[in-house]
């Protein structure tokens, strides 16, 4: 087995754990312990993605499919963002200055680059697929960079950190849906490896992800 077919394998078996572990994490009693064990295990298999994902881009890049690894390295950029959210919300609760600190104003930036850059290249290889998830970056970075100029107001609302934390998990528990359906479901059923297909698991979990959310933040701002 090469190294990039073991990255493949380490990368598909925590790509699992963390599809497991969502789901079980989304059922049990928020906040308890159960909770808050299955969801330490979900962000641990979300670095094991990470940590896969970052050599694979470079080995595809050195096999020159340039396009394919730029896209890879742009993911790795918004999952890196979206996971040190849902991680840090919780543990900087109390300290709304660290949660909006370095890393998180880095990670800002890097998602609002890379989603820059993703949207030229899809411009210039005429990638619909690039375009629409470019949007992504720019509109989740942007809103980490409004975050921490307005951090007083955000720290001013009543569980701040809870609509922080559960809009990260979203964002991540949608790119893992996203990674089975438009790239593990082809694989396993080969009737899934078309075109239409491919479009409906790309941006079918974006959408559902913006949908919650919505409701999530209605349900919240109501209870608040």
């Given amino acids: ?28 009693r928020k906040g308890s312990l159960r909770h808050r064990r299955v969801g ?3 962000l641990v298999a979300m670095v094991g993605i990470l940590v896969t994902a970052t050599p694979m881009a470079w080995i595809i890049h050195r096999a020159g499919k340039l396009v ?17 959210r849902q991680w840090r919300a919780v543990r900087d609760r109390a300290r709304i200055d660290r949660y909006a600190g370095p890393v998180f104003v880095a990670l800002a930036l890097l998602s609002v680059l890379a989603g820059t850059a993703v949207l030229a290249l899809g411009i210039r290889v005429g990638s619909p697929l690039l375009m629409g ?8 970075g942007s809103q980490q960079l409004y975050a921490r100029l ?17 809009s990260a998990a979203i964002a991540n528990g949608s790119a893992v849906h996203i990674a089975f359906f438009a790239i593990g479901l082809p694989r396993l059923l080969p009737a899934f490896a078309n075109s239409a297909w ?14 919650v959310l919505r409701w999530l933040d209605r ?5 608040g």
Avoid: N
């Avoid at 087995?1 to 049990?28: E, I």
């Avoid at 394919?68 to 996971?83: D, M, N, R």
């Avoid at 998830?133 to 989740?140: A, E, I, M, R």
């Avoid at 955000?154 to 569980?159: E, K, Q, T, V, Y």
């Fill in 133 to 140: 998830f470019s949007v992504v970056g720019l509109f989740t």
């Fill in 40 to 42: 330490q295990v979900f």
């Fill in 150 to 166: 307005h951090r007083e107001r955000l720290a001013a609302r009543r569980r701040w950190w809870l609509s922080e934390h559960y």
């Fill in 68 to 84: 394919i690894a730029a896209f890879l390295a742009y993911l790795v950029v918004i999952i890196a963002a979206a996971t040190w």
């Fill in 198 to 211: 491919a479009y409906v698991g790309w941006f079918a979990p974006l959408l559902v992800a913006i949908a």
């Fill in 1 to 28: 087995m090469s190294t990039y077919q073991t990255l493949v394998a380490l990368h598909g078996l925590a790509g699992g754990v963390a599809l497991v572990t969502f789901w079980a994490a989304a059922f049990l």
């Fill in 219 to 223: 349900r919240e701002r109501a209870f």
